[in-house]
């Protein structure tokens, strides 16, 4: 993307986006907010990707039909996972680390994919009481199933947020 490209994305951030959000000049919480609106992009993207392929192909909707469910259940909990990701990821990282924008993009994608399954544990233990090990299989399941599902959609946009994150920090 070129540097005028950058320019646009980080003015229409600040005015209409989450740069506009307490704290988003700083960098790390900017991150936060970069890494988190990626996330929820990333999701509307692969509920609406389930959701036609439902359509289209049909084929077993207990796959399909519930995959898309579950994307939409897992908005609440994936985008707060995504931003103290996204913060923590940019504050472990170096300055002078070379690509640090995607890779902290990519480390706090991945992060996400932590902190969100830590979250649907307890969740899960909350609805089962009378069986805390079996909530806390079926949360893991839950994270492994969902990173397994949407890596190939997650990893590249995350990747993208960091970079087009450093770009405007550095800009700015």
Request: proline share 7%; charged share 10%; net charge positive.
């Amino acid at each position: 993307m070129s540097t005028t490209a950058v320019k646009r994305v980080g003015a229409f951030c600040k005015r209409y986006g989450p740069g506009r959000l307490p704290g988003a000049s700083r960098p790390a919480i900017g991150a936060g907010y970069a890494v988190a609106t990626a996330a929820l992009a990333a999701a509307v993207a692969f509920v609406t990707l389930t959701g036609i392929q439902t359509l289209l192909f049909g084929g077993p909707i207990a796959v399909t039909g519930e995959l898309t469910y579950v994307g939409l259940l897992a908005i609440p909990l994936v985008v707060p996972a995504a931003f103290a990701g996204g913060a923590v990821a940019w504050l472990l990282l170096p300055e002078s680390i070379s690509y640090r924008g995607p890779l902290a993009g990519f480390i706090a994608t991945v992060l996400t994919y932590v902190v969100a399954t830590l979250l649907v544990v307890p969740v899960l233990i909350a609805t089962s009481p009378s069986q805390p090990r079996a909530s806390v299989e079926l949360g893991l399941l839950v994270g492994i199933v969902g990173f397994l599902t949407t890596f190939w959609l997650t990893l590249p946009i995350g990747a993208v947020s960091g970079w087009i994150h450093e770009r405007a920090v550095t800009e700015h």
